[in-house]
């Protein structure tokens, strides 16, 4: 008996300023209900699939940006995707802004979050994004902002993986997915499948010259940290021109051997489908990377007790 899964990367279009959670919950339910007529069991939306992209703009007092996050999970707004969700018996991989209740020192925490919700609607699991790229100063003289060290803290719990749709499944956010230790860390949890929302804009400020290969950067990565782990790995654009800023599409399915098995063909709202067979994990997991027979943690040290690179 196979433990084969039908998945669709749901890449969402872009989201402007004005349009409503509404709207975004509505796009989100047309995939679902196409998902729904593929014979889809797991549904993927990008990263901050219910607003446009914020931290492109700076604002000096944060609290005016709070109406961009999540107080709750789900919220009268957002409860029809888990309704539809569950009336389809569709599970669903869904990221946000979220903004926490104060804690006990009356701080409320800012996190990119992402959550795996099972196919009665309930949430199974949830991760904060761990890798913050950007910056946290206002830097006026870009053409934008990507001021998401800014607006979201690192998550503190790092990776995990969690048993759900018949076999161990992991999420990563956007720049996480650039980091080897991200897939590394699920892969010693045994992961089968890394869901991945990103939004990633085309025109990189720092070196103008890596936007001609964001796509390829992009694949790079996913194909690597996949045929690295023996594991799927599901990546899902937001895309296309969003408040005057190019987003990548190019949402993809990686199977374990690192070959891309199906891939978004425009920059739009738009299903990727693929039916995953989990057991082909074990072809990588149980032959070139047995990673019980092969790693050598006695000398990997400095890949934990070091953050940047040492030269003497
Ligand atoms: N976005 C980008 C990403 O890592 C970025 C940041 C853009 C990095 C372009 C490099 C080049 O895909 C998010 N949201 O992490």
Same mark, same amino acid.
Not at 118 to 137: A, L, S
Not at 162 to 168: E, I, L
Not at 186 to 191: A, D, E, H, S
Not at 283 to 291: C, G, Q, S, V
């Given at each position: 008996m196979t433990r084969e899964i039908t998945v669709a990367a749901a890449q969402l279009g872009p989201i402007q300023r004005t349009d409503s %959670?509404?709207?975004a919950v509505a796009r989100m339910i047309h995939l679902l209900r196409e998902a729904s007529r593929n014979g889809v069991e797991l549904v993927v939306f990008p990263e901050l699939a219910l607003t446009t992209f914020f931290p492109r703009w700076f604002v000096e007092n944060i609290s005016e940006a709070d109406h961009w996050y999540e107080t709750e999970m789900p919220s009268s707004v957002t409860q029809p995707i888990f309704d539809v969700a569950r009336e389809l018996k569709i599970g669903f991989c869904l990221g946000y802004a979220e903004i926490t209740a104060p804690d006990t020192n009356g701080v409320r925490h800012r996190f990119n979050t992402q959550i795996l919700v099972? %196919? &009665? #609607? *309930? $949430?199974? #699991?949830?991760?904060? *994004?761990?890798? $913050?790229? /950007?910056?946290?100063?206002h830097e006026p003289d870009r053409p934008f902002q990507h001021a998401e060290r800014y607006y979201f803290e690192p998550g503190p719990e790092g990776f995990d993986v969690?048993?759900? +749709? #018949? /076999? %161990?499944f992991g999420m990563m956010i956007c720049n996480d997915r650039r980091w080897p230790e991200s897939y590394r =860390?699920?892969?010693?949890?045994?992961?089968?499948m890394i869901l991945c929302g990103y939004n990633t804009p085309i025109?990189?400020?720092p070196d103008p010259s890596q936007d $001609? =290969?964001? /796509? +390829?950067?992009n694949s790079l990565v996913m194909q690597? #940290?996949?045929?690295?782990?023996?594991?799927?790995v599901v990546g899902v654009a937001k895309a296309g021109l969003e408040e005057g800023v190019e987003l990548l599409g190019q949402s993809c399915i990686v199977a374990p051997s690192g070959q891309i098995v199906a891939q978004a063909l425009t920059a739009d709202d738009e299903l990727v489908i693929a039916r995953c067979d989990l057991d082909w994990c074990k %072809?990588?997991? &149980?032959?070139? +990377?047995?990673?019980d027979k092969y790693r050598r943690p006695e000398v990997y040290g400095p890949i934990t007790s070091q953050r940047g690179a040492i030269l003497d």
């Open positions: %959670r509404e709207s099972d %196919r &009665e #609607g *309930k $949430i199974v #699991g949830k991760y904060h *994004k761990v890798h $913050i790229p /950007g910056h946290e100063h969690w048993k759900a +749709f #018949g /076999g %161990r =860390l699920m892969g010693l949890k045994g992961v089968e025109h990189y400020v $001609i =290969l964001q /796509g +390829f950067h690597s #940290g996949a045929y690295q782990n023996g594991t799927w %072809r990588y997991k &149980e032959t070139l +990377f047995d990673f």
